[in-house]
């Protein structure tokens, strides 16, 4: 058995820095050591649960992730049947599609002169694009490479497809905390953190790429249904307009 160690003892045998093991603690990942005055000991268990964060950082938890996996554990989970739960889960919600580039061939996206200083550094706030450590820039998700030009191509104005992409994104985190609770009330059950297994993880695996099938439909269909209502009312005053102006008729006198 291992003796008590002195923090940086405990960081040598982890390999990680001091302030690292400091971190952990500050976020509730590692329990505080044992006082003996002014001195910590720190034993086996927080370098089994260093080992351990290492191994889940090394398998794509964030550290936020791997906080609530301990969490979820103190409360009487098994911490195995936790990391398969979120193991599984994330495996589904591979998100977006990234590409990286170099900002030469980036511009070569847009269409001419419609990208400048003011619309790249609104495009890096709002997390659409990244700088790299190479110097290259990353766009977390592909599809604004499609969809940003095809948009400016058709006269919309940078700024206003920047602006518009902003509002979206705010209502379609709306919409993903109202499915979210869908599948976690009515599929999963109230107090499903509590009562996380194996054959819990097995549902959720199945279920969730169901719902966000769904959610997708579901979607496309109001939005499809919403345009066409616009589109009709846009018309429906149109016509109106004209069939007030003044006419052809004969004039009286």
Known sequence: MTEEMRLDELAAAAG??????????????????RLVGRTGWW????????????????????LAGIGQLIEAAERGGDLGD????????????????????????????????????????????????????????????????????ALIDLGVPTARVLDEWEHLSGVA????????TIFETDVLGEGWRDRIDPD????????????????HQVVDAALDAALAREVEARLDDLRDREGGSPGTAAHTG
């Open 43 to 62: 034993s086996q268990a927080h370098l089994d649960r260093l080992r351990l964060i290492a191994r889940l950082k090394d398998q794509g938890f964030s």
């Open 82 to 149: 936790l990391v398969g739960v979120r193991a599984e889960i994330d495996g589904i919600l591979r998100g977006p599609e990234p590409e990286v580039l170099d900002p030469a061939d980036l511009m070569e996206r847009f269409p001419t002169d419609s990208v400048g200083p003011a619309e790249m550094a609104r495009a890096v706030e709002l997390g659409l694009v990244e700088g790299t450590d190479d110097g290259r820039l990353r766009v977390p998700d592909r599809r604004f490479l499609e969809v940003g030009p």
């Open 173 to 180: 985190d709306g919409l993903a905390r109202r499915f979210v």
């Open 16 to 33: 990680v820095a001091s302030t690292t093991v400091r971190l952990y603690q500050q976020k509730g990942l590692l329990p505080g050591p």
């Open 200 to 215: 819990l993880a097995a549902r959720a695996a199945e279920a969730l790429p169901q719902l966000m099938a769904l959610a």
